[in-house]
């Protein structure tokens, strides 16, 4: 058994938290060093360049949540990521690594393409029905690396980057081709969807939509189902000690499948909600890396479902923002991508603050001699 | 003229941040000699040779080779000094060659940086044959068998020009050919002129390979005997700190139905020619301990998971209560009131990082008592948790204490605990005092003679052969995969019983 | 027939072969971080990095005066040199600072993407594509480049073509036949193996995860300055993933390695003429040939593939005190 769970995942976070929500005030902290070391070196990225920081980063701040629109504009950015986050902190409760969030989430729009494109029904219906068959393709996407993890001992980063990649090739096949809009002009893309398949916008004048919602109400879900089901007790244990759950009659190959495939159709739903209520059509090159920042996402979080929400705020934040530091603050927003890197470092360097204060000591040690 | 230590140890302390592992220890080693380095668990042997071999600093003392003091800051000054080690655990490659294996880290090399594994080969095959350690040397590690492993860690050693051997608990691995071979290979390196130190916590091993033992106990150094002065009740008593076999208090056995029904159990290794459990039959019945002693290895590991519902016997068939549940899985068995306490808890038994209560219902926390569908029954949970910190006296401050912050004791006591507190027609109870202190043992003991009187059948497989006789109202021998003797416990004597965990016997049956 | 005659002309071999340089060297490289157990999906990254130090380099050395072939030459250069400074950072997170290999990986790939289209922006003051640069240019080699068939296929390449070439036999040679690759063996397959003899694990770890940051940086180079003369935002558009598929589809030894990246770069150089061919739509599947090959690989369908035992293990898997 422990040859399946040879891919367990070691020293995330330093530890994978023992989820006491919310969240305690140790984790909080970390997360806070590890945005506060990021901001910094990032501002000065920006002085090096000759830019001004302080003028960056309040354009930062007020281009994404400064007016209505801007805010509605973040929460439409925040929401994916809250998906892909509660996908990657799913896994992580039972120790799987799902980098193919990307993927299933793409996956799960394409479906809801289909759906809201191929179909008609009423209203309500229609979109549930896009939905749910969004989230079941994506689970059934990321079910594959499930099974080749339980049965074949396949490292899940492996299989699910390979995924990835099979799913954009395939997405790609199927824009360009038996899903492309017929029409004229010849554009790489499927038809618009249905009025009845689109997700209602919440929050005019800007694009937010209901998917939102849908979004808080799977974060709730996917906490009661970690911490307070059977099956999250479950899914836990097997992923602390998958022998002592063998043990204790739990099937590990079974969780570690239904994992995936509950993570994945996180994603999926992530994707079906962002084609249904933002982008509407698919259009080739959707690329839209939140199953990547998704892992910030989670890290920053702590795998916490309160922190996931918090992070993925913060990177809706970045995302609306970083548009406005450019226009304003002639900062490439590209600069937004290294500070989420730099989240990552540091959000997962064991005892940050502690790393300096031993160099200190060091250094203060070498002095005296 | 006094002669001069090869390895002399003085005043070694050691503290680690809760602990004092060791506490002004002495420990010398002869030129020529066996030294035995005998104490329990945890009695600070491993620190000691770990300081010796560079891998931890002392707090404080010295280390001296030929009477020169000398400092080892890593495992490659112990070495290059001559200190040579085999660890309990091997440290060998197992997708290497024996030849690379052994020459790892000191390669000989020709000219161009390359490997020159032709004179690595010779150099090898020399030292084996000189000492009598017969290798396989091109074959990989992960292909040999345990003894052939051992010989492959002391050749590394001997091929770093190791002047002093420690060896830690080699035996446990061994058959006991494969430890006679041993003990001549120990003599034979000490008469060359490579003084050997023996490590274990079985007494009865060291005398009569053994010049001279070393006891330790709680981190200090209680004393040294020569073997001839040494017999295994003063031994035992240094190891200890008193007379060392407690009999536990039990009245003769009741026994009733017939609980477990084991017939004609035979496991064939998956990814080997090789037959682990051969055809065994018992029976276990209710009200009654029936031990299985045996040195490890000698097919307990196949048997427990085949009982407890882990593995699929190749053929045989494993009945409860006359019900045969042979294609039954572990859950299924949990249900049917077979409980378990697993060989090693930290790894089968315990989620470490999940609290005491979360831990005190692993494997019932989907019954209706401590879950709905949907929702998990937190304060059922937590209530039977500390009913049961209670009385099995898990000392923590709540039930919400990670398990990883007990102690080996609280921590088996937990699993105890919970296999001990379910509604059980057959516990199996698999090394169930393993590393814990004397007191927890009595305790431990106590409660599965109390199991026995309220009627439970009682299988225990251990490889600590006082507790099984201490134990058990009926004792079977496992030998290679059989079962080579039976025995009423009250008949037992430990010589017989001895003898047989060792082979010698016309094989019964 | 005339497609399948297209498809396999000399004019697709040599193709697959320009196809697999970048994916082989760094496979090469995957290969000695991940036998020393530290896994490299910061390939990717370290390919981008090297892809724009070498273009910004070249184009510094055009800008001094340099004649062309040492602009580029110079380019490659500091595309060796800054994908040795990215891996050893991946090195120092995962190695040192025990930070999960994959998370590091990830990170160091977000930041290779951030930095290189930061620095573009602000360097070349353009998005998307960078402007031309020197660069490498063909270098036949005397009488072998004449010989029909065999010359145009292997020895009418750049520079780097034929470093790829060498660099089979030497990653193989190196971990098979030296003391050096014999620890990282044994770093890679249970390291207190040799930490216990005395061996620095981390010391070959980090030389590991070093040499697969100077093959990944010379395959950046070669993307940008050996296949193109300018870099493009993002250019390397998974080639580093399929370099790590290789690496796993060749079970972590380099001839094997070198195999699959031949096999990859030929599906590649296929979908190239099939499209030159005015086929477009099975490109798609022979896109991801690759990976769906890699993962019924993986799934032991075809042979199995084995990881090194200790590989995503920090050392010592304890945390000291």
Redesign the interface.
Known sequence: MSEIHGSS????NG?VS?SRLPPGIVHIGRSLVALAFAFAVGAV?MLI?GRNPIEAYSALITSSVGDKFSFGETLENTTPLIFTGLTLTMGFQARL?N?GAEGQLLMGALTAAYVGVSFSAPAPIHVAVALLAGAIVGGLWSGIAGI?LAF?G??E???T???N??A???I??MV??PMKEVTELDIPQTARIAKSAMLPRIFLPSRLSAGFIVALFTAVAVW?LVM???LG??L??VG??P?????????PRRITVLVMVLSGSIAGLGGAVIMTGLFQRYQQGLNPGFG?TA??VA?LGRNTIPGVILAAFLFGVLAQGARGMQTIADV?T?????????V??FV???HLLS?FRRRKAAVAAEAEV | MPVTPVVEMRGITKVFPLVVANDQVDLEVYPGEILGLLGENGAGKSVLMSILYGLLQPTSGEIRIDGKAVEFDSAHDAIAQGIGMVHQHFMLVPPLTVVENIVLGAEPQRSGGRLDMETAARQVAELSQKHGLEVDLQAKVEDIPVGMAQRVEILKAIYRRARVLVLDEPTAVLTPQEVEGLYSIMRSLADAGVPVIFITHKLHELIGVCDRITVMRRGKVIGSVDTADATPPLLAEMMVGREVILQIDKSPAEPTDTVLTVDSLTIDAADRDLTLLDGISFEVKAGEIVGVAGIAGNGQDELLDALSGLRSPTSGTISLRGTDITATDRRQRIRSGISMIPQDRQREGLILSFTIADNIVLGEHRTTRFSSRLKRKFEAISAYARKLMEAFDVRANDETVLVSNLSGGNQQKVVVAREMSRDTKLLIAAQPTRGVDVGAIEFIHRNIVDMRDQGAAVLLVSTELDEVMQLSDRILVLFRGRIIGEVAGADASLETVGLWMAGHREVAT | MELLGAILSTATIAAMIRSATPLTLAAMGGIFSERGGVINIALEGIMLTGAFTAVLFSTIGASIGLPAGASAMLGVAAAVIFGLAIALIHAYFSITLRVNQLVSGVAINMLAFGITGLLLQLIFNVTGNSPAAPDMKPMPIPFLADIPVLGPILFQHQPIVYVMFLAVPFSAFLIKSTPYGLRLRAAGDKPAAIDTVGVDVHRIRYIGVGLSGVFAGLAGAYLSLGQLNFFSEGMTSGRGFIALAAVIFGNWRPWQAFGAALLFGFSDAVQIALQNAGMSVPSDFLLMAPYVVTLIALAGFIKKAVPPAAIGQPYPAEEPI
């Open positions: 995942i070691n020293n995330l530890d023992e990225v360049i690594f980098l080749l074949r396949v490292h980063v492996i299989s980057i390979m995924l990649f099979v954009f090739f395939f790609n096949y360009t081709g009661w307070k089901t059977p007790y479950e836990r244990a602390r000690n022998d002592a759950a063998r043990q204790a009659g739990i099937r990547f892992i910030a890290l490439p590209d600069t937004i991508l290294m500070i989420q890197a730099l990552i470092f997962s360097t064991p790393l």
